[in-house]
């Protein structure tokens, strides 16, 4: 049930998208709006991207977030969310990514699964993800929450896309039945310094599960995650934070590296 107008709904939308846009932080949002529901969060969102391909963006995957009790202690949040990734927010591996472009970035080590036949919620688990998926890969999100200070809770940063901005898929794909996921070891170096390591049973137990939850969460609209589509799973270690000037490299164990730089 939703306790927001359409109309609020619409400048709602505006109001975190052009912070996006503009690279500039607001307060959360549930401040002005305390009685706003997960549904209302959910429908800001959609319209954030309804918005952005109306103006003929391509919707290029799903990520999942909050997916990692580390992160979810980090942020004092418990329980996952999901955003969407635009064209726009795809950076080559060893790219360049613009700062100033951006409020506050932080890196996270991440996996994506590419799927090869739909998965429609409710009640999908580990072994329909499996068997849906082409391959999976490594990834590093950029993650900007668009509200001062990283200060929110969990119903504005879903309305806030789940703080999306930027991407990178890089290193080697890998059929799920030839690797380890829970066990897939990653460390994250920045400026050469290893600054975060984990192993893929982080995220929710297996990465896998993140998929899972992720259609099941899209089923609450009737929605569904389309063959073909790539899903990063949310971050396996905590966040850093980045500067301008910094470079990272994320290890994935079997899978190569992604690497970057702050510009
Ligand atoms: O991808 C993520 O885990 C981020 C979700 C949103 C919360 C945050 O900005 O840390
Ligand atoms: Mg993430």
Redesign the pocket.
């Known amino acids: 049930m939703g306790n927001l107008t359409q109309q609020q709904i619409a400048q709602l939308a505006e109001h975190c998208e052009n912070a996006e846009l503009g690279a500039y932080e607001i307060s959360k949002i549930t401040n002005d709006f305390p009685d706003m529901t997960y549904e209302d969060a959910f429908d800001i969102q959609w319209e954030i991207r309804r918005r952005k391909e109306s103006r003929g963006h391509k919707i290029v995957g799903m990520?999942?977030?909050?997916?990692?009790w580390a992160?979810m202690k980090?942020?004092k949040?418990e329980h996952?969310?999901y955003?969407f990734l635009a064209d726009y927010f795809a950076i080559p591996d060893g790219g360049d990514i613009k700062h100033d472009e951006l409020i506050h970035p932080?890196i996270?080590a991440?996996l994506a699964f590419v799927t090869k036949e739909p998965l429609k919620g409710p009640g999908i688990h580990i072994g329909d993800v499996l068997r849906a998926t082409d391959f999976v890969m490594p990834a590093v999100?950029v993650?900007?929450?668009r509200?001062k200070d990283?200060k929110?809770d969990l119903k504005s940063?879903i309305a806030?896309n789940?703080?999306?901005c930027r991407f990178i898929a890089g290193g080697s794909m890998a059929r799920v039945e030839d690797i380890d996921l829970k066990n897939i070891g990653v460390v994250m170096e920045v400026n050469g310094q290893v600054v975060e390591l984990g192993a893929g049973a982080a995220v929710l137990g297996h990465p896998a599960s993140s998929v899972a939850m992720l259609a099941n969460m899209l089923a609450e609209r009737d929605e569904e995650i389309p063959a073909g589509s790539y899903i990063?799973i949310?971050?396996i270690t905590a966040?850093v934070q980045v500067n301008k000037g910094d470079s990272f490299c994320v290890r994935y164990q079997g899978l190569g590296n992604i690497t970057g730089r702050f510009v």
Request: proline share 3%; charged share 25%; glycine share 10%.
């Open positions: 990520k999942m977030g909050l997916t990692s992160k980090q942020m949040v996952p969310c955003g932080k996270e991440e999100e993650i900007d929450s509200y990283f929110f940063v806030d789940s703080s999306s990063m949310g971050a966040a």
